[in-house]
């Protein structure tokens, strides 16, 4: 079964009326027929792309079995799921109306596949920011498909296209959106990235879930460059009612990172989350600031930071891409948090993400709530991007 339609099932019942339900069904068993003869055609020809298919394909039912386990323990466990649903598919609008809504207008557009079909589609996917070098690959691979399957219908392409997409995004190396929790004291979660992307926001809207978790949160206000960068952190802290530290602004971030650290030890935190200032423009002093805040943590906490996260904000695309690159160089980070994913009709830029930088996206930010940041789902994000064609 491809991607596509395992997402599908997954998400079944999800619709509104029983004659879509009777024509999501129809469909399903037709999908499934065509697959299995596709299946045996790849089998043949396409030994590549099998084994990156059975990856997906053994990837996701570990997600499966956790929502069935979910399931079977209670229903208030179902609630979080529903609503993470809901934050999806709600966050996701602008690139379902924008980006998606093209690939619709595609299909029903041609009767059969020629080259104008092939130009228009890579137009699109470029415009939604998939980055150019993917685009030029993934056209390759589906070219490639389309004549060896025999593809000749856009409407039975439309799912292809899904799965192609999707195979970029966990080709054949695993990655994971778990964050590095810390066994024994305090875990040290790094906050970088350029100024005005939502680091602090992120800080915030993290906090408030990991202490919905039960955990005991510090914030550090480590952007004392800006003004007014810790009173937001504060206020935050006071939101969402966790521990907050701060300096005036002008200190030493190193400082207030270490005063952070020697509480978080002495009052048994769980979780420190570090809020940073990302001057990229002198890229030297911001390297030696962040080593010197590095050097602070690894002193206080053996193996800290445990995660070193660099916020994006996803509707500033190619320009996220070449931040993310210029802070690889000059520091190791270890996850993205994709932030503003509501306000971008693209929706791309997660595999330009995976193609360009190989870095995980670890959380995604889909509003201003502080229920809006939600750990990056694959399975989700295609369903709520993609569900207007399911
Ligand atoms: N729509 C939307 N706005 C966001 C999101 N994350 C952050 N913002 C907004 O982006 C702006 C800048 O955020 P801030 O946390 O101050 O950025 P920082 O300079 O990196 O700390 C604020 O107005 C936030 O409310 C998101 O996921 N969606
Ligand atoms: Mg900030």
Do not use: C
Request: charged residues 30%.
């Amino acid at each position: 079964m491809g991607l596509f339609s395992k997402i599908k099932s997954m998400f079944k019942g999800e619709s509104k009326t029983q004659e879509q339900e009777q024509v999501k069904k129809n469909n399903e068993i037709e999908n499934e027929n065509i697959e299995e003869q596709s299946d045996e055609i790849e089998e043949q020809v396409h030994q590549e792309t099998i084994s990156k298919e059975e990856y997906t394909k053994s990837e996701p039912s570990s997600s499966t079995e956790k929502k069935e386990e979910q399931a079977e323990e209670s229903t208030t466990d179902e609630i979080p799921t529903k609503t993470a649903n809901k934050v999806y598919e709600k966050g996701l609008t602008k690139s379902r109306k924008g980006f998606v809504s093209n690939l619709i207008n595609l299909t029903s557009k041609y009767r059969r596949i020629n080259e104008e079909y092939f130009e228009e589609l890579e137009e699109i996917l470029i415009m939604a920011d998939i980055g150019v070098n993917t685009v030029m690959e993934f056209m390759d691979r589906l070219r490639s498909r389309v004549q060896k399957e025999k593809i000749e219908d856009p409407e039975e392409l439309k799912e292809v296209i899904v799965d192609e997409l999707f195979i970029i995004y966990v080709d054949d190396n695993i990655l994971t959106n778990k964050i590095n929790y810390n066994e024994d004291g305090p875990t040290v979660l790094l906050f970088v990235g350029v100024n005005g992307v939502g680091k602090t926001t992120t800080i915030g809207k993290l906090a408030w879930k990991l202490k919905e978790e039960g955990k005991k949160i510090l914030l550090v206000a480590g952007d004392t460059f800006r003004a007014g960068a810790t009173k937001q952190l504060e206020e935050w802290s006071e939101k969402v009612g966790v521990s907050f530290i701060g300096k005036e602004e002008g200190a030493d971030p190193a400082s207030v990172v270490f005063d952070g650290l020697e509480k978080a030890k002495q009052e048994n935190y769980d979780v420190v989350l570090i809020d940073t200032a990302g001057r990229l423009q002198n890229k030297t002093n911001l390297m030696k600031e962040l080593e010197k805040i590095n050097r602070v943590i690894q002193n206080a906490i053996p193996n800290a930071p445990h995660e070193t996260l660099l916020v994006i904000d996803a509707t500033t695309g190619q320009n996220g891409i070449s931040q993310a690159k210029s802070f690889q160089e000059i520091t190791n980070i270890t996850g993205i948090v994709l932030t503003k994913l509501d306000g971008t009709a693209k929706g791309g830029i997660v595999l330009a993400i995976k193609e360009e930088v190989n870095i995980p996206v670890k959380y995604i930010g889909l509003g201003e709530t502080k229920e809006d940041l939600q750990p990056f789902d694959i399975e989700q994000y295609i369903y709520g991007l993609f569900k207007d064609m399911m």
